[in-house]
């Protein structure tokens, strides 16, 4: 393993974009083009840094996401529902969650609007929540396209999951996604050797996974799903940052492959 051209001693797999060396956690700057030195990355007027550096940025896609959650949740409530819950009293719930028997009976678009809509104000709540948290961390460390990528590879494969498991039940919620963008965030925090945020995120997803078998009414199949989608993802991200000669191609040629299976996967189990 190379060893950090500023730190002697610090083993890394990263190299600089630009000039290729070798650099550490310390002396990454994340940049839309990939990693860069201090040397290289003083070449551009503003730059912004996430996983590889423990430093949030801008993080456009992950607020327009939370927004369109809200907006949703608010048709929700005009929808109807009780005591805080929509799940058997929304008719957005009814028309547009996620059900095996609807799916096959031509209503495809529920493998996704599904993942917009939430149960009640405790759901939403603490889904946004986590969006907003791992969506500050992640989306500047890897580029909004790509945050992108693992969040919709996630709610689809989260689609798959929830239809395998329990196909006739209603499932809504951004989970799957969310799942797939902590279990992304934990392998290119490891690959990109940020130990200690590695250690923190492996750990909520221990506590997540437990909360999920731990809990009725969760979906098992919905978390799971994209818990692994969003792994195959950031390994996807990391591969093609180290050794890919053509990245980009690479990494929406891998994305729209996951998806695809992920939407052949529910229609074939639906």
């Known amino acids: 393993m190379a060893e950090c051209y500023r730190h002697p001693g610090r083993e890394t797999n990263v190299s600089c974009s630009n000039c290729g060396r070798p650099i550490c956690p310390d002396c990454m700057t994340v940049t839309p083009v990939g990693m860069?030195?201090?040397?290289?990355?003083?070449?551009?007027?503003r730059v912004t840094q996430g996983v590889a550096g423990l430093r949030a940025g801008a993080s456009p896609a992950t607020y327009a996401l939370i927004a369109i959650n809200v907006v949703v949740f608010v048709v929700e409530l005009a929808g109807g529902g009780s005591g805080g819950s929509f799940?058997?009293?929304?008719?957005?719930?009814?028309?547009?969650?996620?059900?095996?028997?609807?799916?096959?009976?031509?209503?495809?678009?529920?493998?996704v609007t599904a993942g917009f809509l939430h149960a009640?104000?405790?759901?939403?709540?603490?889904?946004?929540?986590?969006l907003y948290v791992l969506g500050s961390l992640l989306e500047p460390g890897i580029?909004?396209?790509?945050?992108?990528?693992?969040?919709?590879?996630s709610l689809l494969a989260g689609s798959f999951g929830a239809l395998l498991l329990s196909p006739n039940e209603i499932t809504v919620g951004a989970s799957?996604?969310?799942?797939?963008?902590?279990?992304?965030?934990?392998?290119?925090?490891?690959?990109?050797?940020?130990?200690?945020l590695a250690s923190q995120l492996a750990f909520f997803v221990v506590i997540n996974l437990v909360f999920t078998f731990g809990v009725s009414g969760i979906s098992i199949g919905g978390h799971l799903g994209g818990l692994v989608a969003g792994a195959?993802?950031?390994?996807?991200?990391?591969?093609?940052?180290?050794?890919a000669r053509r990245p980009?191609?690479?990494?929406?040629?891998?994305?729209?492959?996951?998806?695809?299976?992920?939407v052949a996967g529910c229609l074939a189990v639906a």
């Open 36 to 45: 860069r030195c201090p040397e290289c990355a003083r070449q551009r007027t």
């Open 87 to 111: 799940q058997q009293g929304s008719k957005l719930i009814h028309d547009a969650g996620l059900n095996g028997p609807a799916v096959a009976n031509g209503d495809w678009w529920r493998i």
């Open 120 to 130: 009640n104000f405790i759901h939403i709540l603490f889904n946004m929540f986590a």
């Open 143 to 153: 580029g909004t396209p790509r945050f992108l990528g693992v969040y919709f590879v």
């Open 176 to 196: 799957g996604a969310i799942f797939g963008l902590l279990s992304a965030a934990f392998v290119i925090a490891r690959h990109r050797g940020v130990e200690q």
């Open 232 to 243: 195959l993802a950031g390994l996807l991200i990391v591969f093609s940052e180290r050794r």
């Open 248 to 262: 980009v191609e690479l990494e929406a040629l891998g994305m729209l492959a996951l998806a695809a299976v992920s």
